[in-house]
């Protein structure tokens, strides 16, 4: 289960187990809220999905301080518990289930197994999905420094008391993708007593993978990719200053290319490419292995599906250590690690690769040796085969 079947990270890996589960000889299906693929399962009546989101958010959007974090109430009821019932399958595992998917109240009634991906931290917050340096999930969040109310009893534990009754005495298997993400979910009150596992994100190693035809450009292209460039997490508010600087040091033709919905790019030294969303993936794989670098600039991340990506196609990527990236890249070595907010460091970083980068076989080492999909999907087969014979 993915609120959606595509675009972003959570979704992207959602709908590559489902395949690579399928290719596996597993009856796996895809239950979804929007729906573009014709082989996911609709979870909602195609005319309302685009409105769920939005009804869902209201509670927050009352509350919020400012505009552009991501908080979910999860308040909306919904058809889930039928649809379960109807396809009554061996194992749920759920993925990123906000937008108005899933009512939190009803996940305990499933009488299901239930697997539950960890791609941001939501699941044992009080509603927020990057908590940054709040650690009120450790207890039973209240002041929530994203909404506007200076009080301890807000929206944010509201919530989270939601989620403690209505999920008291179930027992989900929750995995993190990354050992960063692992130990946020053990130090959180509601999850540090269920069992966690950490199975890496994987991609199609035939698909990303390396572009032995490329020739060499004297332009030098920097690669930016998410779903929504516009979303305050991803840091291309920082983006002007990084150029800015490298233009200054770097003599070089540049060319910076994004893809992904809602680009602000800033103007200066440096030719723009916006590609907007790329769907196939193996247009996608062409983009990494034509660009010198790919660039990083979010303020926090889990194991970022994107510089996996990048790797596989023999790119190296420059971004800050934060949350679970140096986890993916090694210093120095793939990829160059800067401290969070360091801008002067991230100029450093692209100076770095566009001047002296790794090998293309460098890069796809590090991918083959930890972030294949079939790894991925043989991992969470054997932890459902642990559920179904128990």
């Not at 991340?301 to 679970?324: H, K, M, Q, R, W």
Request: glycine share 8%.
């Amino acid at each position: 289960m993915s609120e959606r079947d595509g675009m972003g990270g959570a979704h992207t890996v959602a709908r590559r187990l489902r395949d690579a589960q399928r290719e596996a000889g597993i009856s796996a299906e895809l239950l979804s809220q929007r729906v573009s693929n014709p082989l996911t399962i609709r979870a909602a009546p195609g005319w309302l999905a685009p409105f769920r989101p939005r009804i869902d958010a209201i509670p927050y959007r009352l509350h919020r301080k400012e505009a552009g974090e991501h908080f979910s109430v999860n308040w909306l009821p919904g058809t889930l518990n039928r649809i379960v019932g109807d396809y009554r399958p061996d194992v749920l595992h759920l993925h990123w289930i906000n937008g108005g998917f899933v009512r939190l109240e009803q996940l305990p009634r499933l009488d299901v197994p239930v697997v539950w991906t960890l791609h941001d931290c939501w699941p044992f917050t009080g509603g927020c999905h990057i908590p940054y340096d709040c650690v009120g999930y450790e207890q039973q969040c209240g002041h929530c420094p994203k909404l506007a109310a200076d009080r301890e009893r807000d929206l944010s534990r509201s919530v989270w008391q939601r989620k403690a009754s209505s999920w008291r005495g179930w027992h989900p298997t929750i995995v993190a993708p990354s050992a960063w993400m692992a130990e946020k979910a053990r130090s959180s009150r509601l999850f540090r007593d269920l069992a966690i596992h950490v199975v890496a994100n994987g991609a199609d190693g035939a698909t990303f993978k390396p572009d032995v035809s490329r020739q060499v450009n004297d332009t030098k292209r920097i690669l930016l990719g998410s779903a929504d460039l516009s979303d305050r997490n991803k840091g291309m508010d920082q983006l002007a200053a990084v150029l800015t600087g490298l233009s200054a040091r770097f003599t070089g033709d540049l060319e910076v290319v994004a893809t992904g919905t809602n680009p602000v790019m800033p103007t200066g030294r440096w030719r723009n490419v916006n590609l907007g969303f790329v769907e196939d993936e193996s247009e996608l794989a062409a983009v990494y292995g034509e660009s010198d670098v790919f660039l990083s600039l979010s303020r926090s991340e889990n194991l970022p599906t994107a510089i996996i990506e990048s790797l596989a196609c023999g790119t190296a990527a420059v971004a800050f250590d934060t949350g679970g990236t140096n986890e993916i890249l090694t210093h120095r070595h793939d990829g160059f690690l800067v401290p969070s907010g360091d801008l002067n460091g991230v100029v450093e970083g692209l100076l770095w690769a566009l001047s002296t980068p790794p090998p293309a076989e460098v890069c796809r080492r590090t991918f083959e040796s930890r972030f294949l999909l079939e790894d991925s999907c043989t991992a969470y087969l054997s932890i459902y085969r642990e559920l179904i014979d128990a």
